[in-house]
């Protein structure tokens, strides 16, 4: 598979949660994926928040995705297929995010952070917050500042290929 259209089925880090804490719907979308995941109303804004329910390594209802998901395109992606970028290289760049995906979530649960959200990204907000209040009041431990380090650079690094920021 050297398709770069092909480069979002390997990825799938919008979808996860990696890159994108909730999807905003078009109120014509609404029955239809209320049918298939949870659909919720936040001030008269209907959204889907991260990971996708329909999302397992593939996307279950790509044919019917929403137009947001349909319509976003990351930097990587753009890179990929304006020739900025080989393909294999971007599996390269999308499989260190996944590490240091994994490698940081070890560390929260290791941690033991209290997180509410089941988004990565909006997890990642939740422990910033809390690794400032904490080296705000205290000073933060060894392997606080190690997580700190670390989101420092998978937000670097997602900056930098993909286009988004978790800040």
Not at 20 to 35: A, Q, Y
Not at 74 to 88: D, F
Request: neutral net charge; hydrophobic residues 30%.
């Amino acid at each position: 598979m050297t398709n770069s259209t092909n480069i979002c089925i390997p990825c799938g880090l919008c979808c996860d949660g990696t890159l994108i804490g909730f999807v905003k719907l078009d109120t014509n979308e609404i029955p239809p994926l209320k049918k298939v995941m949870d659909v919720e109303d936040e001030n008269d804004i209907n959204i889907f928040l991260q990971p996708c329910e329909s999302f397992c390594k593939t996307c279950k209802i790509y044919s019917k995705r929403p137009k947001s998901c349909d319509n976003f395109k990351c930097q990587l992606l753009h890179s990929v297929e304006n020739k900025q970028l080989k393909y294999g290289t971007s599996l390269k760049i999308i499989e260190e995010v996944k590490e240091r995906k994994a490698s940081i979530q070890q560390d929260l649960n290791q941690l033991q952070f209290e997180l509410k959200s089941k988004s990565f990204y909006f997890q990642i907000v939740e422990a910033q917050k809390q690794l400032s209040k904490q080296g705000s009041e205290l000073q933060l431990t060894k392997s606080e500042e190690i997580l700190s380090t670390k989101i420092k650079v998978l937000d670097n690094l997602i900056s930098t290929h993909f286009g988004i920021s978790m800040n």
